[in-house]
């Protein structure tokens, strides 16, 4: 590739240039889309775009979006975490990506440290057994990257999409099957969220399955903000369970670069027998794979396999569709100031959702 490469920030009016980009590239993902960068600038990050323009070849080679924060909301310049999730963005196609990655880290920790940045954690979308990230840990060792606490998932499942749906339905466990059909025959009805009020039902069954199974969730706003960003732009659907007109699960998924991720989901403590999680996901996948998708992410399981596990139960269910279990690279961090970055960390990503 040439040698004639600059990091530029990318301008508001070409974002349908950069999901472009994201979109074609396999290691694009939803969470370097333009519209993910709207969604934290609404839970108080600053979203920063970059692009690496190869100058030769007039085209874009490399990029990733930075989302930044400060404690206490400081202004930037006081200092400031960068975190690129599910990033950078690489043109795979370039004959030397070790030289892209490098290249684009240089002048990237350039740019950041002029800004007031502390450190810069990059959690990127490589498979951890894959050939990429082999010569990309060696790269990051060269430019004195450790790796971090993850805060995106670091295992998940990853269903391929590329069989009809009769060998997706063969391929799941004989209860999943059944549990399918057994919703459809009992009468649960799927459809699309079309209204505020519909995300607003949805988000009070979030509550009960946040309450029952522990764990953190964002605002109305924000999810509300999320289905306002990416259903219009079809990069995300949220799909309904209903029965005789009740509300009984729902499941956000996302879209991007040939992959569905199953963002969030929520259920009712009622008529849990009519299986409605299952005729949810089932849905969602044929979706997915009539949208052009090729793999859909099952978005998180427990970092083992032992019972004990917080998640277990949540793992059994993620486990039943046929998809094969993946560990990611994880998150990598550069310190610019070590000692004030100590200070502030626990300040910066205490008590945060991980997405």
Not at 137 to 164: K, N, S, W
Not at 217 to 229: G, K, M, N, P, S
Not at 327 to 339: A, D, I, S
């Amino acid at each position: 590739m040439s040698r004639h490469s600059i990091l530029r920030l990318f301008p508001i009016e070409q974002q349908h240039q950069w999901d472009a980009f994201i979109s074609a590239s396999p290691s694009g993902h939803l969470l370097q889309s333009w519209g993910w960068g709207e969604l934290k600038a609404s839970a108080g990050w600053h979203p920063l775009r970059l692009a690496l323009w190869d100058t030769q070849r007039e085209q874009i080679v490399a990029a990733a979006q930075v989302l930044r924060r400060t404690p206490l909301h400081l202004p930037l310049a006081l200092g400031h975490l960068a975190y690129i999730p599910k990033g950078p963005v690489f043109d795979c196609s370039s004959h030397d990506v070790s030289y892209l990655v490098q290249t684009f880290f240089s002048q990237l920790h350039s740019i950041l440290i002029k800004q007031g940045a502390l450190a810069l954690q990059a959690e990127f979308a490589c498979e951890v057994e894959s050939q990429d990230s082999k010569s990309l840990i060696r790269d990051l060792d060269l430019m004195h990257f450790q790796q971090v606490q993850a805060i995106q998932p670091g295992r998940t499942i990853l269903l391929d999409l590329t069989p009809d749906e009769d060998t997706l339905l063969a391929n799941m466990k004989e209860k999943w099957r059944y549990n399918i059909r057994l919703a459809g025959r009992r009468g649960v009805q799927i459809r699309v969220a079309e209204t505020v009020e519909d995300v607003q039902n949805w988000y009070g069954l979030l509550q009960t399955t946040s309450i029952r199974d522990r764990f953190g969730i964002h605002t109305l706003e924000y999810y509300l903000r999320a289905w306002q960003i990416f259903a219009p732009r079809k990069q995300a659907r949220l799909f309904l369970a209903h029965y005789n007109g009740q509300p009984l699960a729902g499941i956000f998924v996302g879209l991007m670069a040939k992959q569905a991720v199953y963002l969030y989901g929520a259920s009712s403590n009622e008529q849990r027998q009519l299986m409605p999680n299952y005729l949810l996901q089932w849905e969602a996948i044929r979706w997915a794979k009539q949208a052009g998708a090729v793999t859909y992410d099952f978005w998180g399981i427990p970092e083992t396999d032992e019972q004990s596990e917080a998640m277990a139960g949540v793992y059994r269910f993620k486990s039943g569709w046929g998809g094969r279990i993946v560990r990611f690279l994880g998150n990598y961090e550069c310190l610019y100031h070590p000692l004030t970055m100590r200070f502030v960390r626990k300040v910066l990503l205490r008590h945060q959702p991980l997405i």
